[in-house]
Nanobody
């Protein structure tokens, strides 16, 4: 199983980035997918989640700014991040969860003030 995240970048506050996570080795459509982030010195936290039936949930600190979506034909989950803030800086990980959970390698997002 591989979860390959991409889209890392350095942006100014107020800017946008789009993260992608391409999955292989799983029946993607059967998995709930999530994006988590880990800031330096802090615990990993859930950012957004989308179920196999495309029900979405967001952490309060990203509601109205971030959008999670999935394309089952491409085995890919996306995280569109708008209105980025310096506190959004961290390593973003994608997660696939069904009978068991899998993690991607992480991609760095840095937001400058």
């Amino acid at each position: 199983v591989q979860l390959q995240a991409s889209g890392e970048g350095l942006v100014q506050a107020g800017g946008s980035l789009r993260l992608s996570c391409a999955a292989s080795g799983i029946i993607f459509s059967q998995y709930s997918m999530g994006w988590y982030r880990q800031a330096p010195g802090k615990q990993r936290q859930l950012v957004a989640h989308i179920t196999s039936t495309s029900n979405r949930a967001y952490a309060d600190f990203v509601k109205g700014r971030f959008t999670i979506s999935r394309d089952n034909a491409k085995n890919t989950v996306y995280l569109q991040m708008n209105g980025l803030k310096p506190e959004d800086t961290g390593v973003y990980y994608c997660n696939a969860d069904s009978m068991r959970a899998y993690w991607g390698q992480g991609t760095q997002v840095t937001v400058s003030s």
